[in-house]
């Protein structure tokens, strides 16, 4: 049964993808706010499906957390279903990103119009250069910014360690940096097909004020926090 929910959901999810891609096309010519208001209901959309078909909830800790300003957040990464259930739970935000997922066919199509920081990791100080500057603009544009400071998605169980980028923009920007900690990967894995009934925790940390911090010691402490949040979360 899980099987056929999960097919299910993929066939809609597949077909709902190419249309909002070729309509966010269509949002070229407005504001990077107001094309992100229009692309992000095709997140709405999925959430409602993998809820509704698969039984995969979301509750969610922490949400008087969320400033009322831009910040940078920083979340651990497991699957899917996070770039996806932030842009619910969320104010507008772009995400820092590999440039190669801008390639694929329709969904990163529909991604180019929702305004990421698109680097290549392997440009070193290049990189990072790009992801203070774009990052800076994205938050006078009134962006949260998504920060992955893992770089990929780690399976439940596994360890990866933070990178710097996330806590070098915050820092570098003078930005609240927010903390975030989640279990998605237990019921929507990593590439997985299957996605299984149950609950995912979001655990949302109080922003932490960057200014006067090193980016080492603010990554340091985001790490600490999230790790000991996704002890406590255990599987859903």
Request: contains cysteine; aromatic residues 10%.
């Amino acid at each position: 049964m899980i099987f056929l929910r999960s097919l299910i959901f993929i066939v809609l999810q597949s077909a709902l993808t190419p249309f909002f891609s070729i309509a966010s096309l269509l949002t070229f010519p407005f504001h990077p706010l107001t094309r992100y208001r229009v692309i992000s209901q095709w997140a709405r959309i999925v959430m409602f499906l993998v809820e509704a078909i698969c039984g995969v909830k979301y509750r969610v800790q922490g949400m008087e957390n969320i400033p009322d300003r831009p910040c940078v957040v920083l979340s651990n990464h497991q699957s899917a279903w996070e770039t996806i259930a932030f842009q619910v739970i969320l104010p507008p935000q772009v995400w820092v990103l590999k440039k190669e997922l801008l390639k694929i066919p329709f969904f990163g199509w529909g991604l180019a119009m929702t305004s990421p920081i698109a680097i290549d990791r392997e440009e070193g100080r290049a990189a990072l250069k790009q992801l203070i500057d774009q990052g800076k603009d994205r938050l006078e544009m009134g962006f949260f910014v998504i920060v992955f400071p893992e770089g990929t998605r780690i399976p439940p169980g596994q360890i990866a360690p933070f990178r710097i980028g996330g806590a070098w923009l915050a820092t570098h920007s003078g930005s609240l940096a927010l903390p975030i900690a989640h279990n998605a990967g237990s019921l929507w894995g990593k590439n997985a097909f299957i996605k299984r009934p149950g609950t995912i925790t979001v655990s949302i940390g109080e922003p932490i004020e960057t200014k006067g911090m090193k980016p080492n010691e603010l990554n340091a402490k985001v790490e600490e926090w999230v790790r000991a949040e996704m002890a406590k979360m255990g599987k859903p």
